[in-house]
């Protein structure tokens, strides 16, 4: 089992780039796939990116493509998202997760959750 904490979030301007990080410890990293899911107030957790074991596959939701980047370092056992050109609209509490086996965008299928890091981008 699998324990996760992110970092790295804060508040930012629009247009800034914000890189955050999730330090897994307790199991090993590299037998699950990772996602970054957030939660904006009054909404419902919504997916960002996942990332399969061995980083083959990184799908994107729709709202970050080619602005965020999803990745991972099995060694340093710790998963990255790094986020361009940020929008007030990506002002919500970032998640990372883990689950065994493939990766998926549904967040019920994720065992493992982090305490969340919040960030602000101001217009």
């Known amino acids: 089992q699998v324990q996760l904490v992110e970092s790295g979030g804060r508040l930012v301007q629009a247009g800034d780039s914000l890189r955050l990080s999730c330090a897994a410890s307790g199991g090993t990293f590299s037998n699950y796939a990772m996602g970054w899911f957030r939660q904006a107030p009054g909404k419902e957790r919504e997916f960002v990116a996942v990332?399969?074991?061995?980083?083959?596959?990184?799908p994107y939701a729709d709202s970050v493509k080619g602005r965020f980047t999803i990745s991972r370092d099995n060694a340093k056992k710790t998963l990255y998202l790094q986020m361009n050109s940020l929008r007030p609209e990506d002002t919500a509490v970032y998640y990372c997760?883990?689950?065994?086996?493939?990766?998926?965008?549904?967040?019920?299928?994720?065992?493992?959750w982090g305490q969340g890091t919040q960030v602000t981008v101001s217009s």
């Open positions: 990332i399969s074991q061995s980083s083959d596959d990184t």
């Open positions: 997760a883990a689950k065994l086996l493939l990766a998926t965008s549904l967040a019920k299928r994720y065992t493992e």
